[in-house]
């Protein structure tokens, strides 16, 4: 016999057990012939998918966060923010979100010392979300839930992070009673010496009231302080081990953690939801795999987010759903998979550490996630074990590998968090997506597209049934549908027209510019949809103003392929039409999305006739340097030949007469009201904190 023959039931064995143990034998498999030419009118039957696609790129947009919702220097957010939704007034939205942490490295040298630091400046504050399909007309987040208020559009909760990613590693905080507070919250004018204070006042924290436990942490912080400050009394708290991994780490050591704990809004609470595992490598016949190397991507490059633990393993369970409060640091696990056999051992063990899942509220259901870990680990065993059949699996012939990260070449691509709907299903789910490619070919074309239903529902202590669930698009091998790199290729040499009329280049052309002209330009998330019969290709592209100081990525384009077209624009509905023959047949979400403002009534202007000579003179002489520049191939300076033009106009538009429009008659439009008034609202800076030095 041959040796395929005589190895058949040993793989056979082997693919059984591997795929029942990292939870893929059970995948909805769909053969999928994706078309590749655009008509018209193409996506009317995804009308409910397109309005969600998002646009916001979390691995780019931090530094817009800080800029927008930072505040002061002494506040931060992570590089890298999380991807959730949200119910707003009714209509469920991706969102990208963050908490304003402290950061002690952006207090002002002069107030650093150890009182401050470890007494006033103990906490962040506040919840930042934007809505994941929507820019405004400069390329910004649109946000729903920003500022120092903690009753935003993500609903009313305790905005004080004392307990997050990048707290300090201790804080005392807590005093007797009638203490005037001294914990820092915001700048303000109206608070005590310009500042809004706070006492803490949960149960988180060691009391360090004793002498005995003072000398215990004076030994182990190597910090005299404990001891001699006025500031250390009989109510004070050590808050310490306080980022959410560390915490869950401390009550369930047993228990294998997920690298991307994400905030969320839920109960009146800031809390940060930690997917937990079981794991082990002791599955028979199971196929092994090193925990680390599955587990990085693009993004764990850049962040070092990557699952807690490290070696080898062949088998995984996301069993535990762990909760931290932000305010009190209290943990709550959540027993998630109750049919895992390791987690009813430990359960066994140590009865009363797990809550039933009935316990989880409907609201905290609603921000439960298929975790990206766990994905990744998925796809890497999907890679040959997709293939079922012995004798095939045993050539090797059809196996396939995970495409790098287009924007980042050396790494894979990463799993990415978006709403669609997959062949079958009527209605768009929030979901977890990624892509496989052939391996060994030579020739990147998209072979299979996997979407794991990342949505648990809403409704308290009960999973959603579709949740988990895997659905895998498996195109045929002679698919003409090319894969993340190859479409990034084309992105970059395409010779499109924007199909926005205020821009003259095309996108190869405004790619050159941009980077010629010392402005920093990013590819955003790549992301693939299955829409209109075959495959949608989503990009945005971010634009930074290097030389200006405080300057931030800005959504100054999308871009969209499908097949071997490629259309793009200001906004993604521009290119969805370019790319449908003029009219998609849906509107994405930024069709209108510009942030609405109180809009004060027209006012007659004199204009300056000298002024707006001048300014005609500089348009002509702009518009001329820039079309010789042009025909030069010099973009650099046609983009500052562009950035003098678009000056002159605003100067011609601020010097040019203007008169009041005509007024509308009440008696022939009764819905008229001459007697508006303007609606503006003054806006001031609060005054830098200060705290003095002690």
């Given amino acids: 016999p041959s040796e395929r023959a005589l190895e058949a039931p040993f793989i056979e064995r082997n693919i059984n057990a591997t795929r029942a143990a990292y939870g893929i034998d059970d995948i909805e498999r769909t053969s999928y012939a994706a078309v590749t030419e655009a008509e018209a009118g193409q996506l009317r039957q995804d009308a409910a998918v ?33 991807v959730d939704r949200y119910d707003i007034e009714g209509e469920v939205s991706d969102a990208v979100v963050g908490v304003r942490e402290i950061n002690l490295a952006g207090v002002p040298t002069s107030q650093r010392n150890w009182v401050n630091d470890r007494t006033v400046y103990t906490h962040g504050y506040g919840f930042v979300g934007a ?41 005392v905080v807590g005093d007797v009673e009638g203490a005037p507070p001294r914990e820092f919250d915001y700048p303000d004018d109206e608070g ?21 436990r003072k000398i215990a942490y004076a030994l182990k912080y190597r910090e005299l302080n404990f001891l001699l400050s006025e500031f250390v009394n009989s109510e004070s708290r050590i808050l310490d081990h306080r980022t959410p991994v560390e915490r869950v780490e401390r009550v369930a050591p047993w228990l294998t953690l997920d690298g991307n704990v994400y905030p969320a809004v839920v109960d009146g609470r800031i809390k940060w939801i930690v997917d937990a595992y079981t794991m082990t490598a002791n599955y028979p016949y199971s196929q092994l795999v090193d925990l680390q190397n599955a587990t990085s991507d693009s993004i764990t490059e850049r962040s070092a ?12 369970r996301n069993s535990v759903k762990a909760t931290v409060d932000a305010y009190d640091g209290s943990i709550d696990l959540y027993a998630w998979d109750t049919e895992d ?54 050539t090797g012939q059809d196996y396939w590998e995970v495409p790098k990260d287009p924007t980042h070449a050396t790494q894979d691509a990463p799993t990415y968090y978006q709403s669609l709907a997959m062949p079958g299903q009527d209605d768009p789910s929030f979901s977890l997506t990624t892509t496989f490619i052939p391996t060994g070919t030579g020739r990147e074309i998209l072979r299979g597209f996997l979407a794991a239903d990342a949505d648990a529902g809403r409704e308290a202590g009960v999973k959603a049934d579709s949740y988990g669930t895997l659905r895998l698009l498996e195109l045929p091998r002679a698919s003409a549908i090319d894969g993340p790199g190859q479409v990034q290729n084309q992105i970059e040499v395409s010779t499109e027209r924007s ?14 510019q941009n980077r010629q002209s010392g402005r920093q330009l990013t590819f955003g998330n790549l992301l693939t949809l299955p829409v209109g019969g075959g495959l949608l290709y989503v990009q945005p592209m971010y634009v930074q103003a290097q030389r200006e100081a405080g300057s931030f990525p800005q959504n100054k384009a999308t871009i969209a392929v499908f097949g071997k077209e490629v259309a793009w624009g200001t906004t993604l509905n521009q290119a969805l039409d370019g790319l449908f023959g003029g009219d998609a047949g849906a509107d994405a979400g930024d069709v209108d999305s510009e942030v609405p403002t109180d809009e004060t009534p027209d006012q007659p202007r004199e204009g300056d ?47 040019s007469p203007s008169e009041l429009p005509e007024p509308t008659d009440p008696e022939a439009d009764p819905s008229a009201d001459p007697a508006t008034e303007p609606a503006t ?3 001031t800076e609060a005054a830098d904190a200060a705290v003095g030095d002690s």
């Fill in 305 to 316: 987010l990557i699952t807690a633990g490290a070696g080898q393993i062949n088998y995984v």
């Fill in 192 to 212: 005590t010496g310009g500042n809004v204070l706070n006492t803490f006042d949960g149960e988180g924290g060691v009391p360090i009231g004793s002498f005995l």
């Fill in 681 to 683: 609202e003054p806006t």
């Fill in 499 to 512: 199909q926005d009329p205020s821009e003259p280049l095309n996108l190869s052309q405004f790619i050159a």
């Fill in 609 to 655: 006739p000298a002024a707006l000579a001048q300014a005609l003179a500089d348009m002509e002489r702009a518009y001329d340097d820039a079309e010789r520049a042009l025909r030069a191939g010099d973009f650099a300076a046609y983009g500052e030949a562009q950035d003098r033009l678009k000056e002159a106009i605003a100067r011609a538009v601020e010097a």
């Fill in 131 to 171: 809505y994941g399909n929507r820019r405004t007309s400069e390329g910004d987040p649109v946000f729903f839930s920003g500022g120092l208020s903690d009753d935003t559009d993500a609903g009313e909760f305790e905005p004080r992070i004392y307990f997050g990613e990048s707290s300090p590693v201790y804080s």
């Fill in 50 to 82: 397109i309005p969600g696609i998002r646009l916001v790129d979390p691995s780019i947009v931090s530094p817009t966060f800080r800029q927008f919702e930072s505040l002061r220097p002494y506040y931060g957010f992570p590089e890298i923010l999380d």
């Fill in 341 to 394: 056999p390791i987690l009813q051992a430990w359960d066994k063990a140590f009865p009363g550490a797990l809550s039933p899942l009935s316990e989880m509220s409907g609201e905290l259901m609603s921000h439960v996630r298929y975790p990206q870990d766990l994905l990744k680990i998925q796809r890497v065993q999907l890679r040959k074990y997709h293939v079922t059949d012995p004798s095939s699996f045993y």
